[in-house]
């Protein structure tokens, strides 16, 4: 089974980078790293996903790490509406993941 | 404007009733998924459907039921077997079933089960 470990909470200062972490140490050569968010009581929202380099798009950066057991989800200036759970999954496809309890991000004004 | 429709947001049902959760989708898209989230926790994979009248059980998949009659939709129904209902139900889609980095996870709103 596809298990991915992040911490339970992170704390951020609005305006500034928060970089959240994600272990997957059990990850197969075909896994896409998938990152997904989500508000109390709403569904989980894309962010971003990967597979060897880096990626880059309009609401985070995502940096994986060259053996691919890890990875880092980047915002660069938090807000507010980004605070959030956040989670990290790996898979050949993304629905058949268990999403584990991910992070829970806060973001102080 | 595309998207997943869940329905209804809330529902109660009694105890020994079965209950049926809608999900429709006009995003075209091949693949849909339920999964089962308990508070504080994160998403458990209960059935899924890569095509049109085939799907899978996912992890937690008894007590539950599910068909795949039209591309669209993919219908959930909770029966009485299953022991703790008390949940919110998520739907997902994605283009394809296939293992694929084009597999990004669309969700709907949810639909918050309480059992009385």
């Known amino acids: 089974d596809a298990k991915t470990t992040q911490p339970n909470s992170m704390e951020s200062n609005e305006e500034e980078p928060v970089h959240l972490p994600c272990n997957h140490s059990t990850i197969s050569g075909t896994d896409y790293i998938h990152w997904y968010r989500q508000l109390p009581s709403q569904g989980p929202e894309y962010v971003i996903h990967g597979l060897t380099s880096n990626v880059n798009n309009r609401m985070a950066s995502l940096a994986i790490a060259e053996d691919r057991k890890s990875s880092t989800l980047i915002l660069h200036r938090a807000t507010l509406r980004d605070a959030a759970v956040y989670y990290c999954i790996h898979n050949t496809n993304a629905g058949k993941s268990t999403f584990g309890d991910g992070t829970t991000l806060t973001v102080k004004p | 404007d595309g998207g997943i429709t869940q329905s209804p947001k809330y529902l109660f049902r009694k105890e020994g009733q079965n209950v049926t959760l809608s999900c429709e989708q006009n995003l075209n898209h091949d693949a849909m998924y339920w999964y089962r989230q308990d508070p504080g926790q994160g998403l458990r994979l209960i059935y899924y459907s890569q095509i049109v009248n085939d799907f899978q059980k996912g992890d937690i998949a008894e007590g539950y039921s599910v068909s795949r009659e039209k591309k669209e939709s993919f219908p959930l129904t909770v029966t009485s077997a299953q022991k703790n209902p008390t949940a919110f139900y998520l739907c997902?889609?994605?283009?394809?079933?296939?293992?694929?980095?084009?597999?990004?996870?669309?969700f709907g709103a949810g639909s918050r089960l309480t059992v009385l």
């Open positions: 997902a889609s994605s283009i394809t079933g296939q293992a694929s980095g084009a597999n990004v996870l669309t």
